[in-house]
């Protein structure tokens, strides 16, 4: 995007909020970088260049504009509807591999030599993933410095600086601000989230139109008691990360999703934020997405009626494998039954003085240890469940954001009692596959029926190339055509829903 000129300039200068996160203009009168909505008029034409990325207008010397605050624009759509060896290598920065992995931990995870994943972020980006690291620390110090009231030197080790020099140094470079005029120009403004003992809050944007109630109905209606709760007009799980624990509170709101974290260890911070965008598809540009759902005359009043659907996905791709297996050929109830037993028996005791979350869900690696008799379900389920756990913990099922789509697919398949429903719903949720497509669900058929399209699954994956990279979008559209939990913002009332999904 950032390379065709003409189009950027004319987004600039309408203030055009969808392309927020897409590039980034440079101004070189002023040596700052804005995002394309910064609401300051529009610099001269002749002074404008454009960057991919935050950390390349970093790299070339420029700061962050002080208005519209580029550096918290939603992240590029670009890294999560793609699946070469740049996107993911850049859902594994926002991961936070980086910085606990290094740059040779990176390259390995991709299965490239350290030069050649410099190589190709630099031509694509205008960076590399030291630089990209690098902005991403610096924006998680300002989340920090503006949210919390921790002394600056925690601050600095939380957000992944490895001295209090370097923070200093980085903050007023990137900012123009040192880190106690960033404080205290936050409080000023009044962007301080309320505070609650031992939690930090923050907003996470998102690119509009979003329709918070399939996301949120999934979650919930789906929601494992003890790992999992809908409390107080917010959707709260448990996280396990690198360094701890965390709990975290997800609220939407009219123009962001508010977030309270309560973390062991604060090192994991970024990780938690990145995986919290992940699990709601923030990144999302549901512009580009329902302009072509909105091509297909069936389709398309579905999309004007409630357009900007996410997928839901998961904070964690092994967990999520897990619960798919328990929840084949049952009801949501009985899965989420099946889930909490597992909880209870296997999973890690947390506390939660603000609500009713009680364990993390087990790892494969605990789960590697259970009795499959003591499972009350279906012998051949059972197998499934063991062989899946039994690969997720020797690692020769490798499932995470950096996970290749289709050799994941290739290995799922391979795996006894995995069928295409199975492997789909894994690939859509848990490694955020946008055209991942599930024909033979029978929500999906129910919903094609009622609309006209074909009903049986060759005809309608066929017709459903029309639909194609987004699918799974499409799949959200037509499962919101029933009255199901999934389906509606939870009251509160509902803690939990009752249905036939999963």
Sequence with gaps: M?????RCVRAVQSKDARFDGWFFTA???????????????PPKVENMSFLPSAAACQQAGYRACKRCRPDTS??????????????????????????????PGLAARLGYSARQVERQLNAELGAGPLALARAQRAQTARLLIETSGLPMGDVAFAAGFSSIRNFNETVREVFALTPGELRTRAARAGR????????LSLRLPYRAPLTPDNLFGHLVATAVPGAEEWRDGAYRRTLRLPHGSGIVALTPGPDHIGCRLALTDLRDLTIAISRCRWMLDLDADPEAV????????????????????????TVDAAEFAVRA????????????THAARLVTAYGEPVEDPQGGLSHLFPSPETLAGLDPEALSMPRSRRATLTTLIAALADGSLPLGIDSDWEATRARLNALPGFGPWTTEVIAMRALGDPDAFLPSDLGVRKAARGLGLPSTPAALTARAAGWRPWRAYAVQYLWA?????????????????EGAQS
Excluded at 325 to 336: M, P
Excluded at 481 to 497: F, L, Q, S, W
């Design 481 to 497: 055509t029933d009255d199901h939990p999934i389906n509606r913002m939870p009251a509160e009332a509902e803690a939990v829903g």
């Design 325 to 336: 297996v328990l929840g084949q050929q049952v009801s949501t109830a009985a899965a989420r």
């Design 2 to 6: 950032y390379t065709d000129t003409d």
């Design 27 to 41: 101004v070189r009168t002023t040596g700052i970088y804005c995002r394309p909505s910064c609401p300051a008029v």
């Design 74 to 103: 939603p992240g590029s759509p670009e890294w999560n509807a793609r699946a070469d060896a740049v996107a993911r290598a850049m859902r594994l920065i926002q991961d936070g591999v980086v910085d606990r992995e290094g740059v």
């Design 290 to 313: 329902d302009e072509q759902l909105r091509t297909d005359p069936l389709l398309a009043p579905l999309v004007d009626e409630a357009p900007g659907r996410r997928v839901p996905r």
């Design 192 to 199: 301080q989230e309320p505070r609650v003992p031992g939690t």
